[in-house]
């Protein structure tokens, strides 16, 4: 009989063909199984809540609620749950966004199969693990608290700056997060005012500089 422990994985992206092929390679090895899957990152806190997965392969740059943010929240609910950032992003800003959100793990997403089986492997033993592809000086700066901001944003603020970066207005955020616009105006008013940008262009920048969102989501 194998000794392996079995590990319990959640796929979380908003592309269905990249979760079916992260499927594929996982469930070659006989002590990972899938069990669950999310699209986007609100469904993937909800998911992460019900089923309290070992290991969550989450997208980083999604609409409506992005990978970092997502981890965030997960990890204040579930925090023994390790997550692993998946992405086409090697940007700083991307990587030290997850890594500050709790994340244990970040791969990009044109590394090879034996990668992600060895990321699943390494945090599940309670260790992070950074793409072979990225450089590796990242994690240093991060353990010497570098890159902290001077605004700091709330989660709502940030959760509204990426939805104003996605072009919606403010009855549209408002029908996402539930809340009236004019609650949402408000948002904006303290996110301009914290962050001293006061146009859409500049605010939708700032976002993407942040990793709150991509230009091709």
Avoid at 35 to 51: F, H, Q, T, Y
Avoid at 160 to 185: N, W
């Amino acid at each position: 009989m194998s000794n392996l422990i079995e590990i319990k994985i959640v796929l979380v992206d908003d592309h269905k063909l990249l979760r079916d092929g992260l499927r594929n390679i996982i469930e070659q090895r006989s002590n990972m199984q899938i069990i669950g899957e999310a699209s986007d990152g609100r469904e993937a806190i909800k998911v992460a809540s019900k089923l309290v997965p070992n290991i969550i392969v989450m997208d980083v740059a999604m609409p409506g609620l992005n990978g970092i943010e997502a981890a965030k929240q997960i990890h204040k609910i579930e925090p023994d749950i390790k997550i692993i950032g998946l992405s086409m992003h090697s940007g700083k800003q991307f990587i030290q966004g997850m890594f500050k959100a709790g994340a244990f793990g970040y791969l990009l997403k044109d590394g090879d199969s034996d990668e992600l089986l060895t990321a699943i492997s390494t945090v599940m033993e309670n260790k992070r693990y950074l793409s072979k592809d990225i450089n590796q000086d990242y994690l240093n700066q991060l353990k010497k608290g570098e890159s902290i901001e001077k605004a700091q944003l709330s989660s709502r603020e940030k959760e509204v700056l990426q939805l104003i970066a996605e072009g919606k207005s403010s009855k549209e955020i408002g029908e996402v997060l539930f809340l009236s616009p004019k609650t949402i105006d408000v948002h904006r008013n303290n996110i301009m005012k914290k962050i001293e940008l006061h146009t859409i262009p500049d605010l939708t920048k700032y976002a993407i500089q942040k990793g709150l969102t991509s230009l091709d989501l």
